[in-house]
T-cell receptor
């Protein structure tokens, strides 16, 4: 079985631009979560979606948005990019939304904002 | 505010030696604690997950312990290998479930030298 996949692997943008990151969960997983990981820090929660509905949102500005599609894949959009948005963006999938359910992380998308 | 503190921040040991990483948390209410291994530039991979009633859990050469009374956990690595070089992240979940209930530590950066 394929694990969580993310695209693209790397991305370079300039300030003010918009970016879309994509994530495909493990087959059968209905929950997708997005995290931002700045170098040297732990991941910070951005969004969680389950069955195409937003189930949680972290402390991020409205420039960040996401959605989940009927096939459970997901997109993260970031508008009006700032230098501080440079980070590794991780997607994680799980069967359900929480409890002891393990989250499986993808390889991440490395975003660099110049 | 929920917090997870990990120590040491970084650690260098020789191949074949053992080491112990520490995690202290102030997450309440508590549901479970997970240890993840994250290779540089990659997504985290789950090593162990422990609930309130579990004191220890092993995964090969990795053994995690949990003291829910003192809110401390440790990850012990036995007979280290070069492939153990990575960041190890402690993640604590509150009883609400969901990705927004996860609190990540900043990780311990472990380097195994030959």
């Amino acid at each position: 079985d394929a694990g969580v996949t993310q695209s693209p692997t790397h991305l370079i943008k300039t300030r003010g631009q918009q970016v879309t990151l994509r994530c495909s969960p493990i087959s059968g997983h209905k929950s997708v979560s997005w995290y931002q990981q700045v170098l040297g820090q732990g991941p910070q929660f951005i969004f969680q979606y389950y069955e195409k509905e937003e189930r949680g949102r972290g402390n991020f500005p409205d420039r960040f948005s996401a959605r989940q599609f009927p096939n459970y894949s997901s997109e993260l959009n970031v508008n009006a990019l700032l230098l501080g948005d440079s980070a590794l963006y991780l997607c994680a999938s799980s069967l359900v939304t929480g409890g002891t359910d393990t989250q499986y992380f993808g390889p991440g998308t490395r975003l660099t904002v110049l | 505010k929920n917090q997870v503190e990990q120590s040491p921040q970084s650690l260098i040991i020789l191949e074949g030696k053992n080491c112990t990483l520490q995690c202290n948390y102030t997450v309440s209410p508590f549901s479970n604690l997970r240890w993840y291994k994250q290779d540089t530039g990659r997504g985290p991979v789950s090593l162990t997950i422990m609930t309130f009633s579990e004191n220890t859990k092993s995964n090969g050469r990795y053994t995690a312990t949990l003291d829910a009374d003192t809110k401390q956990s440790s990850l012990h690595i036995t007979a280290s290998q070069l492939s153990d070089s990575a960041s190890y992240i402690c993640v604590v979940s509150d009883s609400g479930g969901g990705a927004d209930g996860l609190t990540f530590g900043k990780g311990t950066h472990l380097i195994i030298q030959p």
